[in-house]
């Protein structure tokens, strides 16, 4: 089945796991996901993908041997783990974990709505 981005949404949400992964920095796909006050339980994993890459001036401050090795496994506070769901409505989205902290004070990174997918006509 192929798929086409139908909006764009890019909003932090708050997910929820039935179990927590193993690993804060390299989660799993959650069970559920709250966007603009409402519950959206993930009926399925269509698919996934991870992002290493570095955006930017952080593109620009290592060597290019090292650059490649972390593109493959990531560095620390780099990275994206992206999540293709279907909800138990039916509708299909791109959900992501950017692993970038917040702030100085947190070591966590955000979770993201990225956009609502459909099947392509």
Known sequence: ????????IGEAIEVEFDQAPAFE???????R???????????ELLSEWHDFGRRG????????????AASRRGSWGVGRYYFRVRTEAGRVFDIYY??????SGGRKGTWFLFR??????
């Open 1 to 8: 089945m192929e798929m086409q981005s139908l909006r764009f």
């Open 25 to 31: 920095k390299a989660p799993d796909c959650p069970a």
């Open 33 to 43: 996901f709250m966007w603009r006050g409402e519950v959206h339980r993930i009926a």
């Open 57 to 68: 001036r952080m593109a620009e401050n290592m060597r290019p041997a090292h650059l490649a």
């Open 98 to 103: 950017d692993r970038a902290p917040t702030d």
């Open 116 to 121: 609502e997918m459909a099947e392509a006509e």
